[in-house]
């Protein structure tokens, strides 16, 4: 079928005709059993919401939330407020009570669809009582009405809905790493133009397996399985729970896989658990061993039908990077932003350098300004931020580019190199300017470390904040490994002090007690480091820690 020019929903369609009796969700629903949701079914049932939602008699273009960890029914619930002629409104399922008020109050929220959730009970005080709610199968206990009676009460919309491209068709609530999440408003066209030139720039095929576990309250996971299931017509699977994850990647057998940094940190840290670094590495090095090795870790991690694998939502450690590709996985690192849909940057196979998030992809024209921001314009580009003018002025140059407020470098090849946040860049007492995000990731390549917060504005240098993996902490109850780990410390700080620029050299490292997690808002719902939140939490502890002038600081 020729995609060109096709909006998504002419693509259910196709789908819904064309592979009628393929299935194409497979939804785990506990005790082991899955359901699978034919094309056929999927649409079927979605169109059956749709006539529910129409006969509410909402005014025109309502928008509809929806509130849901990763399942078949989110993804029916967009296509039904599509085909109902309305806007969807997706919440992060982590969300505490004051955003998820803010989130439907700003957005005028007329419905909200109630999901698969660890922590309704904490969420539900911020859901005003004038919003009409619908549960899922796996909703937590509640007295809405239910997916499942409402499909077997309602006949499907039979006629086959369609959108105007510049219509718009979602909001999305930016993560919040700094104050209110902003409304980022999504065209049809914006939808679609996104999703066919990722597909089409990964030669993505209908024969894909996908297992969908990143929020696709986020423009990552929607991008990519979402619409790109639809542009391609490919079969997900869903994640039962955290407790299932391998299971569920096995059943799964994904040929694309997507993770944050945060994941594949974790993913190595596992195999490091297994079989301590240096004697991998030693077996590595012995030839007739070296390719049965790294097939038994990609297989142990399920990933050993994976063609290409992604990385996304923040930066990824050099060395972490260099190693997964070292076993044989093709790891490709994108960049993109909600106000692109995820559609900006993205290394092709085979044109890989490490350090850089890829070239422009197709339709997407780039340049740098004089200050170094990366500047980009494209068909994906967002309507604005919803009912606030101002910062949608703000968000754009004169000349219509999208302000990204990273800094980068582009190769002769046009690979991007993102250099840092312009937001984050901080002045040390000595004037010189010091960007975190290079000297963080070099400081990641430690295996026992999770996460790293370099700071030290109007400090003499720079100083870094380390939360241990949850292994490596364990561990530091024993004396003889906390003086082992604080000899390696010494040793990292000196390396990362030895390559950057003098006035970039850290003073210390500050290990830290606490651990940073989206429930004490030290994260926000994509596990992004909120750098203000965890800067205030020590500023009073740091003063104290220049004073004792030691290498490795235990807070």
Not at 186 to 211: C, D, H, I, K, Y
Not at 449 to 466: F, K, N, T
């Amino acid at each position: 079928m020729d995609t060109n020019n096709k909006l998504p929903l002419e693509m259910l369609y196709y789908w819904e005709s064309a592979k009628a009796g393929d299935v194409y969700m497979s939804q785990p629903m506990g005790d082991g059993h899955v359901v699978d949701f034919t094309w056929r079914r999927a649409v079927g049932e979605a169109r059956r919401m749709a006539a529910y939602l129409k006969s509410l008699d909402l005014p025109e273009k309502s928008r509809i939330g929806i509130v849901s960890k990763n399942c078949a029914h989110w993804i029916m619930s967009d296509w039904a407020i599509w085909m109902a002629g309305h806007v969807s409104v997706p919440l992060y399922p982590t969300l505490n009570a004051d955003t998820v008020q803010y989130t439907l109050e700003h957005s005028g929220c007329e419905v909200l669809f109630v999901g698969k959730l660890d922590d309704w009970e904490q969420m539900k005080p911020g859901v005003p009582a004038s919003i009409h709610c619908i549960s899922y199968p796996l909703s937590p206990e509640n007295d809405f009405p239910t997916w499942d009676d409402i499909v077997a009460e309602f006949a499907p919309v039979q006629e086959n809905v369609t959108r105007d491209p510049d219509e718009m068709a979602t909001i999305i609530y930016t993560s919040g790493s700094t104050g209110r999440p902003k409304g980022v408003m999504l065209s049809f066209q914006n939808l679609a133009f996104a999703s066919l030139g990722g597909v089409e720039a990964l030669e993505v095929t209908a024969s894909e397996r996908m297992l969908s576990y990143l929020p696709l309250s986020h423009v990552f996971e929607r991008f990519v399985v979402e619409l790109g299931s639809i542009y391609r017509g490919f079969h997900i699977y869903f994640a039962e729970s955290l407790d299932t994850f391998v299971e569920d990647l096995k059943r799964a057998r994904p040929t694309l896989f997507l993770a944050v940094p945060r994941i594949w940190t974790k993913f190595q840290h596992g195999v490091f658990e297994k079989m301590p670094q240096e004697k991998l590495q030693r077996l590595l090095r012995v030839p007739i061993l070296n390719r049965l090795i790294k097939k038994k870790i990609l297989t142990g991690l399920g990933l050993q039908h994976v063609k290409f694998a992604g990385s996304g939502s923040a930066p990824l450690s050099h060395d972490i990077l260099d190693w997964y590709r070292d076993l044989g996985l093709e790891l490709l690192e994108g960049y993109g932003m909600s106000e692109n849909f995820a559609y900006s940057h993205m290394t092709k196979p085979g044109r890989a350098r490490t350090g850089y998030v890829g070239e422009a992809l197709p339709g997407v024209d780039v340049k740098l300004s004089d200050q170094g921001e990366v500047l980009v314009k494209s068909p994906a580009t967002m309507m604005g931020y919803y009912r606030d003018e101002e910062k949608t002025r703000e968000a754009f140059t004169e000349d219509g580019y999208l302000r990204t407020g990273d800094k980068g470098e582009i190769d002769e090849q046009g690979r991007l190199r993102l250099t840092g946040r312009i937001k984050e860049i901080f002045k040390t007492s000595k004037g010189k300017y010091v960007a975190p995000a290079p000297i963080e990731n070099r400081l990641m390549s430690h295996p026992d470390i999770e996460m790293v917060c370099v700071s030290g504005a109007d400090q003499p240098q720079p100083h870094c904040l380390v939360m241990l993996s949850e292994e490596a902490h364990r561990k530091t109850a024993d004396d003889a490994f906390r003086m082992q780990l604080e000899t390696s410390f010494k040793s990292l700080l000196d390396e990362v002090n030895g390559a950057v620029d003098p006035h970039e050299r850290l003073k210390f490292i500050a290990v830290v007690r606490d651990e940073w997690s989206i429930e004490n808002n030290f994260l926000t719902p994509t596990l992004k480091l909120k750098r203000n939140v965890v800067e205030d939490a020590y500023k009073v502890e740091a003063d104290r820690w220049y004073d004792e002038k030691q290498p490795v600081i235990w807070q």
